[in-house]
């Protein structure tokens, strides 16, 4: 989920469209469609059989559209990996608004100002779009395999790469450069990272770390929740006094210490929170809002 202005957007990963949820009324406004999950289809996207992936494996989101969407303060952004694109929703008038190119298919998209980044998990390389002029104006090769979940703070674009070997890393992108100028490692095919309290945290399954920003150590690693959401993704809450994190129950995880502060009894695949509004995306596909006091 992503929430922005006076909405919430839901990705409907196997149809190829965005819900769009009246923040203050709770109500679906508009179903929009992005991308069309038969051209995944054509492309050999879906496994031979139930044998081809384990459990849990993230060869399961190949078909996905849209695979991942981002806010830019007026605007859903969405990647549309069947044609190679991010596509530009206008939440007014409930329809694509522009689409841009990319050289491969997409992970995740983070967005401050006019720059879109996106991870190309199958190339391994990340791409930076200036979405004023509508194209990929760099692309940063040398990062780590399979860059997945992405986070932009602190000056620098962080990459959380799902590695190989039992290892995983987190790069460090400057920028300004479009270069990895710092790599540190975390755990193998990490779900999320995000940026709270001048760190960075990084999210394995049931497993939370805190990375210092500058020097890449590992200042502490908690327990949190099981994660049940969509093999290879993760969506987490930052609010002003820590981060929710969805699982067999909903939990706000305090920045400092990683201890648990606080405990919603409801199972949610996915979390998103802004001034005060904790959303969660229960397991059966429903959306549910909660006013936080804290």
Known sequence: MTLGGPWAFVPNMGDGTISEIDRASGKTTAT???????????????????????????????????????????AVWA????????????PVRHRTADRISLPGTG?????TGSTAWVSGYADHVLYEVDLGSGRVVATVLNLDLRPASLA??????WVACAGSEGVGYLDRIDPATAR????????????????????MFVRTGGVVSRVNAGTGASEWTRSGPGFLGRPGIDALGVAPNGFWLGGSSTERMDSATGQIVETVPIASAAVAYDRGELWLLELDGSVAELKMTT
């Open 152 to 157: 932009v703070a602190g000056g620098a674009v």
């Open 107 to 111: 992970w995740a998209i983070a967005i």
């Open 180 to 199: 990895v100028v710092a790599r540190y490692p975390i755990g193998w095919y990490s779900d999320d990272v995000i940026a709270d309290a001048g760190a």
């Open 32 to 74: 929009i469609r992005v991308g069309d999950p038969q051209t995944l289809l054509d492309q050999g996207c879906n496994p031979g059989s139930e044998h081809a992936y384990y459990y849990g494996s993230w060869g399961w989101r190949k078909c996905d559209t849209p695979f991942a969407i981002a806010w830019d303060g007026s």
């Open 79 to 90: 990647l549309d990996n069947g044609l190679r694109q991010l596509v530009q929703v206008d």
